[in-house]
């Protein structure tokens, strides 16, 4: 035999078997040292072929890897493939040594099947297997494992215990986040944490069915956020023993757990700045709430807390009355079976903090008493929105308001037919607007008793109440701008407008005002002869039942003042006779687009935008009716100093001229005195008496035009 031949084939086969026993496209072995301990490495294994690769090298000392735990090779970005083993098992060990930090945001790509993989052994051993193997825990360094199994859909198994218990910054953060198959959670014994820990640890492992224990007591901030967000498959929480809470500790830490049913109790009554914020967002399977026993509470503690969990019928009591900013902030929002709200014992209201409490609940046929008198910014914006089946409002004692008090409160609550009173005298920005936004089953208004106004304040206060037939009186003479802005829009009930005494105007004060109120036929009086910009605008916008004009004796105009004003109504103005006189002053002052589509889509002739000085004919048969005077004895009275004469029918948005003459043969009578009427009924004109003469004849005469 050829000896040459045969020591070269036995060479040839033990360099065959040594790289049998590293993992495939490696070369370079590395020499292993003394054994230390039992299974001082970390383990992947799967009944298939696969391979694991880092994104990026984000480790600071040595990864090995070795398929039979003696032969190792330097671990590096180009990854590493597991090889079976004599049981038919593939598996792919690593170790490693000199490292505090393993991922740091970079993760592992595992390349395999989903749900084919599992890891087991001492998380530990890839920063340092020697320590490990001594019975030592190695030194992390802030985000030491961060990200490291992220979205590795191929891991169905963690290992049973992530040991260390010095916890650093961010460590675990997001580690097997969106890991779809994964089972089981390990172990996590750490009593003492540390800033973001376990922040989106298990985030969207919709397979997990179980938290692990977590023995803490002492938290710190964000140390569970996000903790086991999106886990569909989660249906039992782990107990949270802790009463003493830190900034976002259980923050969106079981949001859309849509397989639990049960919550945790939660002891705490010192609490902090969110943190319970988010906590059961969208459990969609959660039927009961835990009691929430703290008195004191921090700035958006239970923030969205139960926001959308769809099977909670009874709310847990707050017995809190030392509220703080945003913190009951959609608290039940979107909780469509809560039928049973809870008490509310706070005299005195923070920032927003009933803000969309309630909105969406559509079971909830009765609020809860509010008691507060002292109100904060936003407090009870949209409280009740979206509550279709509440039929009763709390009463609103407070009479000091705060900016968007009560906006949007009651919006969209259709079955609600009777208003609360609102008693304040002195407005503030948007307090009121959009308060009964649809609200169409309202039958009634409040009393709106006001006399100074603020910003907004009744802003689209009843839009789209079609179910209101009587507007509240608005007695306010002082305005604000965007104050009546949309505030009747689409009452499609309303017939008669109430009365605008007011003389000094804002921009934008009765803009769209009684746009679409479809079914309105009486306008009030315009008595403002000093206008500002957008002022009328789209007040009466497709009120198609109207027909009447209301004089409008303004003489300084101001930019689109008048603007589609009157676009889309039954108007018939027309051009030329038969018809009663209309139109804009002679001395009037025009700004730019002060009548821009005034008229346009009526019904008469003229559809466009009127001219100063020029006038119109308005066809409204009746209208205005003829002046008559009084029956009763009332009409003429006089004394030896002055004379009263009364008119019982003057409609509001005329002028109304008194005329006298000596004697009828020559026909000449002299005008004695002109008013712009703004309220329907009776109307006395007085003047001195003039013994002189022996006697007169009087006549009243009434016309849409300035006399």
């Known amino acids: ?240 023993p802790a009463t003493n809470l830190a900034r976002d500790c259980y923050a969106y830490m079981f949001n859309g757990c849509t397989g639990l049913t049960e919550a945790p109790d939660l002891p705490a009554t010192n609490l902090a700045f969110g943190c319970y914020r988010h906590m059961f967002r969208e459990c969609t399977g959660l039927t009961e709430a835990p009691d929430l026993p703290a008195t004191m509470l921090a700035a958006s503690c239970y923030l969205e807390m139960f926001y959308g969990c769809t099977e909670l019928t009874e709310a847990p009591e707050l017995p809190a009355t030392m509220l703080a900013d945003y913190c009951y902030y959609k608290m039940f929002q979107g909780c469509t079976a809560l039928t049973n709200p809870p008490g509310l014992p706070a005299t005195t209201l923070a920032t927003a903090c009933y803000e969309s409490m309630f909105q969406g609940c559509t079971e909830l046929t009765e609020a809860p008493e509010l ?69 169409t089953s309202l039958t009634e208004a409040p009393e709106l008793s006001a006399t100074n106004l603020a910003l907004g304040c009744y802003a689209s206060m009843f839009y789209g109440c079609a179910g209101l037939t009587d507007a509240p009186a608005l007695t306010a003479t002082t305005l604000a701008p965007s104050c009546y802005y949309d505030m009747f829009r689409g009452c499609t009930g309303l017939t008669v407008a109430p009365a605008l005494p007011a003389t000094n105007l804002a921009m934008f004060c009765y803009y769209d005002m009684f746009r679409d109120c479809t079914a309105l036929t009486r306008l009030p009086a315009l008595p403002a002869t000093t206008l500002t910009n957008y002022c009328y605008a789209f007040m009466f916008y497709g009120c198609t039942a109207l027909t009447r004009l209301p004089a409008l004796p303004a003489t300084n105009l101001a930019s689109f003042c008048y603007g589609y004003m009157f676009y889309g109504t039954g108007i018939e103005l027309n051009t030329e006779d038969p018809g009663t006189p209309w139109g804009i002053p002679a001395d009037a002052m025009e700004a730019s687009n002060w009548n821009s589509s005034m008229f346009t889509c009526t019904s008469g002739t003229f559809k466009d935008a009127p001219e100063i000085g020029k006038i119109y004919y308005l066809v409204a048969p009746g209208y205005p009716e003829e002046p008559r005077f009084a029956t009763d004895g009332t009409a ?66 009434a016309g849409l035009v300035t006399p």
């Open 371 to 439: 008691l507060a008198t002292t109100l904060a910014p936003v407090c009870c914006q949209s409280m009740f929105y979206g509550c279709t089946a509440l039929t009763l409002a709390p009463a609103l004692p407070a009479t000091n308001l705060a900016s968007d008090c009560y906006n949007k409160m009651f919006y969209g609550c259709t079955a609600l037919m009777n208003p609360p009173g609102l008693p304040a005298k002195i407005l503030t920005t948007n307090c009121y607007a959009s308060m009964f936004y649809r609200c």
């Open 636 to 701: 003429l009275v006089f004394d030896d100093a002055a004379l009263a004469i009364k008119i019982v029918n003057a409609q509001s948005g005329v002028w109304y001229t008194l005329y006298a003459a000596d004697d009828l043969v020559d026909g000449i009578w002299a005008k004695l005195e002109s008013v712009y009427v703004t309220k329907d009924g009776d109307h006395v004109f007085t003047m001195p008496r003039d013994p002189t003469v022996p006697r007169r004849f009087f006549k009243v005469v």
């Open 1 to 240: 035999m050829n000896t040459k031949i045969i020591s070269a084939l036995a060479f040839a086969g033990l360099f065959a078997a040594a790289a049998s026993a590293a993992p495939a496209g490696l070369t370079e072995n590395v020499t292993s040292p003394a054994p230390l301990g039992q299974n001082a490495y970390f383990t992947f294994s799967s009944t298939n072929t696969f391979s694991v690769r880092p994104r990026t090298k984000t480790w600071n000392g040595t990864l090995e890897c070795s398929t039979d735990a003696t032969t190792w090779t330097n671990f590096t970005t180009a990854g590493a493939t597991a090889a079976v083993d004599s049981s038919g098992e593939y598996k792919l060990l690593l170790r490693g040594t000199g490292n505090n930090r393993i991922a740091g945001n970079g993760g592992w790509d595992i390349a395999a099947a989903e749900g084919t993989v599992a890891c087991s052994g001492n998380i530990e051993t890839l920063l340092n297997y020697v320590q490990v193997a001594n019975g030592e825990h190695p030194t992390m360094t802030d985000e030491c494992f961060r990200g490291l199994f992220a979205n590795c859909t191929a891991l169905i198994s963690a290992p049973t215990l992530l040991p260390a218990t010095n916890l650093v910054h961010c460590c675990y953060t997001a580690m097997f986040a969106g890991c779809t198959a994964l089972t089981n959670a390990p172990a996590l014994p750490a009593t003492t944490l540390a800033l973001g820990c376990y922040d989106g640890m298990f985030r969207g492992c919709t397979s997990l069915t179980t938290a692990p224990v977590l023995p803490a007591t002492t938290l710190v901030t964000n140390c569970y956020f996000l903790m086991f967000y999106d886990c569909t498959g989660l249906t039992e929480a782990p107990e949270l």
